[in-house]
């Protein structure tokens, strides 16, 4: 089996638990590192919850790096309201046994992706982009020799979901978004418009639940939780589950319709930061981003039952 090299920076967050549950579980993956930056909760917490997660994965072969606390030139957000204080919603905050790598976020990426082959290695961004623009500016070279960069970020048709014209991860660090949209970097990306046909109804949430042990029981805690969060500050039913449709896109591709296109970041503005603006009229040969459109939500829900399935 070829193996995909993967990098998963992430700021956990119960969907980017549920992204990082996915990667653990894919044998097609060949996961280098876990990098963390502050995001829906400050680093040390995202840090500690991407270790908790590898703990229940039985992955501790996987190193985490911890990385940014704060964005390029913006104050820390913070997303607790839809992640709870801990950032892990109702999974039980223990201090895991195996620490984080020696090194930062950034020199990670760096060294790994340097060391690799040409195109050899993904990255997926579950958080805001301050690791990754601090990673191009450190070496610049890294934009060329990534392969693709797998965002979860962003909004076009539907809007925003901490403005009404942007997405979180964007909007909490614009500024980062903007350098690495404007990088050379291969980019495809998942924003709003294709997470939002990614819910955790009750159906979905039942099947995970019935694998009845695992880390598929943990998936099924962060979506049950997250529905109830959903149901409280929304109104709608069921919850996206943004996060982990980077991982499936590339664990299954088919599961999703993208779109060339070209983005940039609204940095200028109070009133729209972080909106991200997706022009769909460009030339396919040169464009560098793929925007997601549609995607296969009961297909990315039964990818994850199956892979959590298979390791409970
Ligand atoms: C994104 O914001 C965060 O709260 C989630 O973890 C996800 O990465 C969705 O807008
Ligand atoms: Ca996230």
């Known amino acids: 089996m070829k193996r995909q090299s993967l990098i998963i920076d992430c700021d956990p967050g119960v969907d980017d638990a549920v992204g990082l549950l996915l990667a653990f579980a894919s044998p097609e993956l060949d996961l280098k590192a876990v990098t963390t930056v502050g995001g829906n909760v400050p680093v040390e917490t995202t840090t500690r919850n991407a270790r908790i997660i590898r703990q229940v994965a039985g992955r501790e072969d996987v190193p985490v790096f911890a990385g940014a606390a704060r964005p390029l030139r913006r104050d820390p957000a913070g997303a607790g309201a839809f992640h709870g204080a801990e950032g892990l919603g109702d999974l039980e905050a223990v201090e895991p046994e195996a620490p984080a790598a020696d090194g930062s976020a950034v020199e990670a990426m760096v060294r790994i992706v340097m060391a690799a082959a040409p195109k ?12 990754v623009a601090l ?4 070496e610049p070279r890294l934009a060329e020799r990534l392969g693709p960069v797998v965002v979860m970020g962003g909004a076009r048709s539907e809007g925003g979901n901490i403005t009404p014209s942007a997405e979180f991860n964007i909007w909490a660090d614009p500024d980062a978004a903007a350098e690495v949209f404007a990088s050379a970097c291969e980019m495809v990306v998942f924003g709003l418009d294709a997470t939002h046909q990614v819910r955790g109804t009750e159906e979905r949430i039942q099947a995970l639940e019935a ?7 943990t998936a099924a805690m962060m979506v049950r939780f ?3 969060i959903e149901r409280d500050i929304v109104g709608w039913d069921a919850a996206p589950l943004h996060d982990p449709c980077t991982v499936a896109w590339l664990l299954k591709p088919g599961l999703f319709r993208l779109t060339p296109c070209r983005i940039e970041v609204e940095t200028g503005s109070d009133l729209t930061r972080g909106h991200t603006a997706v022009e769909f009229r460009v030339d396919e040969a040169s464009a560098r981003h793929l925007w997601a459109v549609e995607a296969d939500g009961q297909g990315v829900f039964d990818l994850i039952t199956e892979r959590l399935g298979a390791v409970a």
């Open 120 to 131: 050899s290695v993904a990255l997926a961004v579950m958080g805001p982009m301050t690791n």
């Open 211 to 217: 694998v009845g042990k695992g880390p598929a029981l």
């Open 226 to 228: 997250s529905q109830r």
């Open 135 to 138: 990673a191009l500016r450190a």
